[in-house]
């Protein structure tokens, strides 16, 4: 029944739906994550030396912990 559901709505077995809130926060993260990579790429070509390198991992860690910490789980339709 779920997959006659499904199908009658375009989706097929691969897709998911997840509600919007969720996916914000999940991009919202992955953001902040990409920024960071971005500010340690940048910071590391100006000077390299173990002070900066240490502190350029603590803030790529800072900022990747709550990304590899979220989860993104399937939203549940009722059918009745």
């Keep these: 029944m779920a ?3 499904a199908q009658s709505h375009g ?3 691969n897709d998911v739906i997840v ?4 996916l914000e926060e999940l991009q919202g993260l992955l953001y902040c994550l990409q920024a960071a990579v971005e ?3 940048r910071d590391l070509a100006a000077s390299s030396t173990a002070q900066d390198v240490s ?6 860690l800072e900022n ?3 990304l590899a910490a979220g989860r993104l789980e399937p939203r549940m339709a009722k059918l009745l």
Excluded at 19 to 22: G, P, V
Excluded at 55 to 60: N, P, S, T, Y
Aim: glycine share 0%; net charge negative; charged share 50%.
């Design 55 to 60: 502190e350029a991992l603590a803030w790529l």
């Design 39 to 41: 500010d340690v790429e």
């Design 64 to 66: 990747a912990e709550p």
């Design 11 to 13: 989706l097929d077995d």
């Design 3 to 5: 997959r006659k559901l």
């Design 19 to 22: 509600d919007r809130e969720s």
